[in-house]
């Protein structure tokens, strides 16, 4: 059981580079979200999902892209990297029961530098 | 839309000394609370959680924290930090099909 996987964990983009960061789990959790993560600025949600095919827009979506084509994996893709993009970007999943979710399960995080 | 407030940005203290970290949501209903920690160069775990019953929850590592309605408040606290306590706090709130995170509280534990 590997919980949230993220890879790659670091990378290093040119400004207008598109590329794709991976997020997988393995626990059939219903719920996955992305994250980024900017000095004194806490968590600031990207997208999230409900579910496989259902996805939606968080706090700060523009500039990335989502899809959920199957239960275990939410890809984000940057379109056209930007400086400002540049931070640590992290995946999220939870079940839910009843009409309560618990606590997310976080992965490692992806640490992003756009030049 | 909900908010969360961190009272404080850094937080310095000795071993041994009492904790308590402010938290504050902007609006009331039922809520889902929980308090993450991220240690240097690591992701965020979850410490604990409110989702109703006792108002006072116990977490992991001896941390606890109290739900008061009244005041929209989540603090956390712990009686006796260690070193090892030294990571950045984070209070959230559940919203809809949305977890709110606060912009977190950097704690320093002196030796």
């Known amino acids: 059981n590997a919980g949230v996987t993220q890879t790659p964990k670091f990378q290093v983009l040119k400004t207008g580079q598109s590329m794709t960061l991976q997020c997988a789990q393995d626990?059939?959790?219903?719920?996955m979200s992305w994250y980024r993560q900017d000095p004194g600025m806490g968590l600031r949600l990207i997208h999230y999902?409900?579910?496989?095919?259902?996805?939606d827009q968080g706090e700060v979506p523009n500039g990335y892209n989502v899809s959920r084509s199957t239960t275990e994996d939410f890809p984000l893709r940057l379109l056209s990297a930007a400086p400002s993009q540049t931070s640590v970007y992290f995946c999220?999943?939870?079940?839910?029961?009843?009409?309560?979710?618990?606590?997310?399960?976080f992965g490692s995080g992806t640490r992003l530098t756009v030049v | 839309a909900q908010s969360v407030s961190q009272h404080n940005h850094h937080v310095i203290l000795s071993e041994a000394a009492s904790l308590e970290l402010g938290c504050n949501y902007s609006?009331?209903?039922?809520?889902?609370l929980f308090w993450y920690v991220q240690y240097p160069g690591q992701h965020l775990q979850l410490l604990l959680k409110?989702?109703?019953?006792?108002?006072l929850v116990k977490g992991i590592k001896g941390f606890e924290a109290e739900f008061i309605k009244s005041k929209f408040s989540f603090n956390l606290r712990k009686p006796s930090v260690q070193w090892s306590d030294t990571a950045e706090y984070f209070c959230?709130?559940?919203?809809?099909?949305?977890?709110?995170f606060g912009k977190g509280t950097r704690l320093h534990i002196l030796p």
């Open positions: 999220a999943s939870s079940y839910i029961e009843g009409n309560q979710r618990y606590g997310y399960t």
């Open positions: 626990m059939n959790h219903e719920y």
């Open positions: 999902s409900v579910g496989a095919g259902i996805t």
């Open positions: 609006y009331g209903g039922t809520v889902n």
């Open positions: 409110y989702f109703s019953g006792d108002p």
């Open positions: 959230a709130v559940k919203e809809y099909d949305k977890i709110i």
